[in-house]
């Protein structure tokens, strides 16, 4: 999202996004869809539960000693022939790419699905270079033709139905398309073809990167990750550091849990597990293999109160259960990572004060840790981030105010029970049909799309005193 639009009050953007009617009928079909077939997934699996336990502790070792891993990795990916990058930052990274672009004479880059490289904005360095990226994955190709920007980890055309793809390929390829999904898929097949053919450099990121083999993994849905890993002559991988893992019988655990939480299938359609470049007597792969290992702040938060988001496998399935995803879709969340996983995947990336709107974005109900195939717990870092927020002063006033009163009438119990006095009081004028309606002033929030209950008649500490009696 431009930075213009980030200036919008995040409210603004969620209520734009509510009243479109058009997302909200996407969103609902897409998101139903994959928790269905996720949980119809996971029914048939009952080993399943074990192995989401395994492979957070699988995560949670690896990161023990990360750095032993990755130089691992770095070892093995070298030892096949690819060349090991480490880039500090996201620029860094992206200057990587560049100069590759600039010193093999690069025109065109072909890509697949890879939320690290929209973490870094490759698309517009490129562009600004005068190397045209095109992206092949069929939901980034519809983003890239309508200029916008991903909004779901593993589908970034969700806000879209079939009716506006139609629309949008009719206009861009200039011919009339029906709203079908099998006609708008071929269509832009027969588009991309010919890019596959003509691209130096294709770019990936990477699910996995196996330490012990040097293998990068892609899970994939479509045949375009393979395409791009094997007919351009030079072949890029982008990932964040965390994504090493230490063997590949670890990979077969991510890989039995990873696919079910994302879509509900068993395995992906394509794992595509790329070792180097092309090696003499293959038939097929690229000359030259890069592999760009990007901290951009994670290793500062292997001992940070982020670190659990670390664990992510980027599934989006924590997307499609949230309420607050499900009800404004990823534009609303303003940068790369939306939904809950985001809020903190941004937070570590770009600091706690970017999120200083977002971080009040969950219901905290506690569905994204119920889901997640690694069991990392949502809900307690957000809660920690807001305690953050309001510690280091980065909360407006008016919030750090209001929370520093209820700390004060929750530490005091004669206080509290002056105040439930008043309240029953005060709700008096609100109070219909048992509950509390359309309160006045900033409250009204509250009240504008929910009813409150009413402060009981006695309270609990009451009828506790009065049975003592
Ligand atoms: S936090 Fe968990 S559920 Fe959400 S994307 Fe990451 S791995 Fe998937």
Redesign the pocket.
């Known amino acids: 999202m431009s930075d213009q639009a980030l200036r919008t009050p995040f409210a603004a953007r969620a209520t734009a996004a509510l009243e479109d009617a058009h997302l909200q009928e996407a969103l609902t079909i897409a998101t139903n869809k994959f928790m269905a077939l996720r949980r119809e997934s996971f029914a048939g699996f009952p080993e399943g539960e074990a192995l989401r336990d395994r492979a957070r502790a699988v995560k949670e070792a690896t990161l023990q000693r990360l750095d032993a891993y990755l130089e691992q990795l770095a070892d093995s990916v070298e030892r096949l022939g690819g060349h090991v990058h480490w880039a500090a930052t996201g620029e860094e990274a992206r200057e990587i790419i560049l100069r590759l672009c600039r010193e093999r004479g690069v025109r065109t880059a072909v890509k697949s699905k890879s939320m690290a490289t929209e973490e870094i904005e490759l698309n517009a360095a490129l562009e600004a270079a005068g190397v045209t990226p095109v992206e092949t994955d069929l939901g980034e190709y519809i983003i890239q033709l309508a200029g916008e920007k991903p909004s779901h ?1 593993i589908a970034p055309a969700i806000h879209k139905t079939k009716g506006q793809v139609a629309d949008l390929f009719s206009r861009e390829l200039g011919e009339r398309f029906p709203a079908d999904p099998e006609v708008l898929t071929a269509a832009a097949r027969k588009e991309l073809r010919q890019k596959f053919l003509q691209a130096d450099l294709g770019i990936t990121g990477a699910n996995f990167a196996v330490a012990e083999t040097g293998t990068v993994v892609l899970v994939t849905n479509e045949g375009n990750g393979r395409m791009v890993t094997s007919l351009p002559r030079i072949h890029v991988a982008v990932m964040g550091i965390e994504k090493v893992i230490p063997s590949m019988t670890d990979l077969m655990l991510f890989l039995a849990i990873l696919a079910r ?1 994302a879509t509900g299938q068993k395995l992906s359609v394509y794992t595509t597990l790329v070792r180097g470049p092309r090696h003499p007597g293959e038939l097929e792969g690229p000359e030259e293999f890069h592999l760009i290992l990007m901290d951009s702040g994670r290793a500062a938060q292997i001992a940070g109160p982020l670190r659990e988001a670390l ?9 499609n259960v949230c309420p607050v995803y499900r009800q404004i879709g990823g534009h609303a969340y303003g940068h790369t990572y939306p ?1 809950p ?1 985001g809020i903190l995947l941004t937070a570590m990336l770009k600091g706690d004060r970017s999120v200083k709107e977002l971080a009040h974005a969950s219901s905290l109900c506690g569905a ?1 840790h119920e ?4 069991r ?1 717990d ?1 809900p307690r870092m957000l809660v920690g981030l807001r305690e953050r927020l309001y510690r280091d002063r980065i909360a407006p006033w008016g919030e750090r105010l209001v929370f520093w009163a209820l700390g004060r009438v929750l530490g005091s119990p004669a206080l509290f029970r002056l105040l439930v006095r008043l309240g029953r009081l005060a709700q008096r004028p609100f109070l219909r049909d048992g509950r509390v309606r359309s309160l006045p002033f900033l409250f009204g929030r509250w009240t504008r799309s929910r009813d409150l209950p009413p402060v009981a008649a006695r309270t609990f500490s009451e009828c506790w005193k009065e049975l003592g009696r």
């Open positions: 980890i939480s664990y992510c496998l980027r599934c989006g399935a924590c997307l939904g996983i994204c889901v997640c195939p690694v990392i949502i």
